[in-house]
């Protein structure tokens, strides 16, 4: 079964910088577009950045857009989300997730997250 791994949050003062990982297995993960969502106190769960199966096309979102990165490295079923210029409404829990094509969702089964909180 498809299994999803988060790390890398913390707390972290505004302005600074995380780098959140994602350990995937369960299926073969360079046939898929991967994906970072988010989900802050009281909020839905949102897309913050998508990545192509090669690893070279990929959007982010907005509200992220030039301060985020997402990459992927395929030879070792890994996900990075480069977070930079952090802001306190970036505060949430972080998953990741595999998406068919770039139109795809993901139903589950999502990993634990990884709490990003950062201070004013």
């Known amino acids: 079964q498809v299994q999803l791994v988060e790390s890398g949050g913390g707390l972290v003062q505004s302005g600074g910088s995380l780098r959140l990982s994602c350990a995937a297995s369960?299926?073969?993960?360079?046939?898929?577009?991967m994906a970072w969502y988010r989900q802050g106190p009281g909020k839905e769960r949102e897309l913050v950045a998508r990545?192509?199966?090669?690893?070279?096309?990929?959007n982010h979102a907005g509200s992220v857009k030039g301060r985020f990165t997402i990459s992927r490295d395929n030879a070792k079923n890994r996900l990075y989300l480069q977070m930079d210029s952090l802001k306190p409404e970036d505060t949430a829990t972080y998953y990741c997730?595999?998406?068919?094509?770039?139109?795809?969702?993901?139903?589950?089964?999502w990993g634990q997250g990884t709490q990003v909180t950062v201070s004013s």
């Open positions: 990545i192509e199966q090669y690893g070279v096309g990929m």
């Open positions: 369960g299926f073969t993960f360079k046939d898929y577009v």
């Open positions: 997730a595999p998406l068919p094509n770039w139109s795809g969702t993901f139903s589950g089964p």
